[in-house]
């Protein structure tokens, strides 16, 4: 079945304590992104990738980095978490293209950060 | 960078009624303009995009506008049903593509039976 995976699905920890989220795709795509999505503000661009050691950042990239060495995975490193970090977190890849190639999403990741 | 605004924040329509949900981007090189579903609990899911080289599309009871003067599109639905309830967030990139993709802040519909 052709899906994102991440993982953890839920995640409590405490200020400063380092973590990462995974993500993988068995879609062979080249564009892989992550969003954190927050009541009233949307989903915003943490950092995207469009393939193997190319990655950028997106609209709020302060506080996270991101690796891509395989092209089926994109973690997200939060080397000191802090409370404003907590958030849902989603990661999402899609084919590359001019269009007609919509994100799929993973499954979401639930970090609070106390 | 690139702006997207969404108006309303919430929208309730009674059932069979049309829906409408208005977007506006600040970068005139922005030329692929997805719109996506979230149901409660869910995941964001495409459900229609347009290029700025087609004006309308529309897909069963859903439909996109584009005004590339304006710097505005559109989500369309009609015949509302139970199932249209959701968040949809509208979204704007450059080249027709994914890479920098920016979302608006989305619109809850309610859809009243």
């Known amino acids: 079945e052709a899906q994102v995976t991440q993982n953890p699905r839920y995640l409590i920890t405490v200020t400063g304590k380092k973590l990462t989220v995974t993500c993988s795709q068995n879609m062979n795509h080249e564009y892989m992104s992550w969003y954190r999505q927050d009541p009233g503000l949307g989903l915003r661009q943490i950092y995207y990738?469009?393939?193997?050691?190319?990655?950028d950042k997106g609209d709020v990239p302060e506080g996270y980095k991101v690796s891509r060495k395989e092209k089926r995975n994109f973690p997200l490193i939060l080397e000191s978490p802090s409370p404003n970090q907590t958030s849902l977190y989603f990661c999402?890849?899609?084919?590359?293209?001019?269009?007609?190639?919509?994100?799929?999403f993973g499954s979401g990741t639930r970090l609070t950060v106390v | 960078g690139e702006n997207v605004e969404q108006h309303p924040s919430t929208l309730s329509v009674q059932e069979g009624d049309s829906a409408v949900i208005k977007c506006t981007y600040s970068d005139s090189a922005s030329n692929y303009f997805p719109w996506y579903k979230q149901e409660l609990g869910k995941r964001p899911q495409l459900i229609i995009d347009?290029?700025?080289?087609?004006g309308e599309k529309k897909d069963q009871r859903i439909a996109v506008t584009l005004n590339k003067t304006a710097k505005h599109f559109s989500l369309h639905i009609t015949e509302t049903q139970p199932e249209d309830s959701a968040v949809y967030f509208c979204a704007a990139s450059r080249n027709f593509g994914n890479e920098k993709l920016t979302f608006g802040t989305g619109t809850r519909l309610t859809i009243i039976p």
């Open positions: 999402a890849s899609s084919s590359s293209g001019t269009g007609g190639y919509g994100y799929t």
């Open positions: 990738s469009m393939n193997v050691e190319v990655t």
């Open positions: 347009i290029r700025s080289n087609v």
